[in-house]
């Protein structure tokens, strides 16, 4: 073989374990990934939950602790809360939330402290004009604050109710 030939086959040999080596990082950044949206979803299921138990049986230490203090939560109606007064309004019963079931629910993680949820549930809601079940569509935000997930923000519409045949 030439002298050029060697350089050549040793240059591609060269080239391709660089390639493998930049896959195998590539690969193992991956599972880095996933294990960590794995590790988050878990986190902010478990968070949500606690969220959700606070709301039903309202729980200030609990509510203050999920809720971020910038909170922005548009209810269906239009009415938008910050946390004191969505506090407020849960602890005064003004409105109580009987049951909080959901449909579907999913997350996304467009960074690493910001997790998006969204789907459906259904809602039993108990106010001055009576009780209501809701259906909504809903996205929640939630971000990781110091270590914690806190719930950050809510925008839910009513769905209407499925026609009948």
Not at 56 to 61: E, Q, R, V
Not at 69 to 87: F, M, N, P, Q, W
Request: one cysteine or more; hydrophobic letters at 45%; aromatic letters at 10%.
């Amino acid at each position: 073989m030439c002298h050029v030939c060697m350089h050549d086959h040793r240059f591609t040999v060269v080239s391709s374990i660089h390639s493998m080596k930049a896959l195998f990082a590539l690969l193992a950044l991956s599972l880095v990934t996933l294990s960590h949206a794995a590790d988050a979803t878990a986190a902010v299921t478990a968070a949500d939950d606690a969220r959700v138990q606070a709301t039903t049986h309202p729980d200030k230490a609990q509510l203050e602790a999920l809720f971020s203090d910038e909170l922005r939560y548009a209810h269906s109606s239009g009415t938008v809360d910050t946390k004191a007064s969505y506090i407020d309004t849960l602890l005064s019963g003004k409105t109580k939330y009987l049951t909080f079931d959901y449909e579907e629910r999913k997350f996304t993680f467009p960074s690493a402290d910001i997790a998006l949820m969204t789907g459906r549930n259904k809602v039993t809601v108990a106010n001055a004009a009576g009780e209501s079940v809701l259906t909504l569509s809903y996205l929640a935000v939630w971000r990781n604050e110091n270590g914690h997930w806190r719930f950050l923000a809510w925008q839910s519409c009513k769905l209407p109710a499925p026609v009948k045949p």
